[in-house]
């Protein structure tokens, strides 16, 4: 199969890219950061893209923000997010839609290469590979009510800028939208979020602190 990597440790890319290529496997491009993995992906339309979680440029959720990018765009590309962690918010959004060809293991729970290449052949034929772990995860932030739940990904994505500071005309020109799709956008991300109509606050700023607390 032709294999995407990408995470930000240059050991684990070298020692992957040896492992698939020993499998037979063909690793058609490696990566250490997100934006870089979105283009390797649009250029080659590999079977599978392998993500890490955390990666450059904001070394938070990146990697699981293009895998949902990915996933949107690209449906036929399998998707094998490779983490130490659970980020729960955007892997229950990856999670939301199909799971064909999608697969989310933890690094230190992946004990045999067999299992591993397993796993990334599942993942291929369309099928799923979930680490037990990530599965009880979620399902324990699946029995309280999450309201960022209710955004849709582009929502999500406003509420991501506003939450850094930007104002609406920044985010409108970051996201390459018109500024009433964004207004229109905020205002929604309110609403959703059953945020209070009172006077005496500012249902933006109470959004931006709800978003932090998740």
Do not use: C, W
């Amino acid at each position: 199969m032709r294999v995407i990597l990408a995470d930000d440790s240059v050991l684990l890319r070298e020692g992957l890219t040896r492992l698939l290529a020993d499998a037979g496997h063909e690793v058609v491009a490696a990566v250490g950061d997100a934006p870089a993995l979105l283009d390797a992906v649009a250029l080659h339309r590999p079977d599978v893209a392998v993500i890490d979680v955390r990666m450059p440029p904001e070394h938070k959720d990146d990697g699981l923000r293009a895998a949902l990018e990915i996933r949107e765009r690209l449906p036929g590309v399998g998707v094998l997010v490779l983490s130490q962690y659970v980020e729960q918010h955007y892997a229950a959004r990856l999670l939301a839609g199909s799971t064909e060809g999608l697969g989310y293991l933890l690094k230190d729970r992946v004990s045999e290469v067999a299992e591993f290449l397993e796993s990334l052949e599942r993942v291929r034929a369309g099928g799923t590979a979930f680490d037990p772990e990530v599965v009880r995860q979620l399902l324990a932030r699946t029995t309280r009510t999450d309201p960022l739940s209710r955004l849709s990904p582009r929502e999500g994505e406003v509420l991501r800028h506003l939450a850094q500071g930007l104002v609406n005309a920044a985010i409108a020109e970051r996201l390459h939208v018109s500024l009433s799709t964004v207004e229109k956008h905020v205002n929604a991300i309110v609403d959703k979020l059953d945020l209070p109509r009172d006077p005496g606050y500012s249902r933006r700023v109470l959004a931006i602190l709800r978003y932090l607390e998740s």
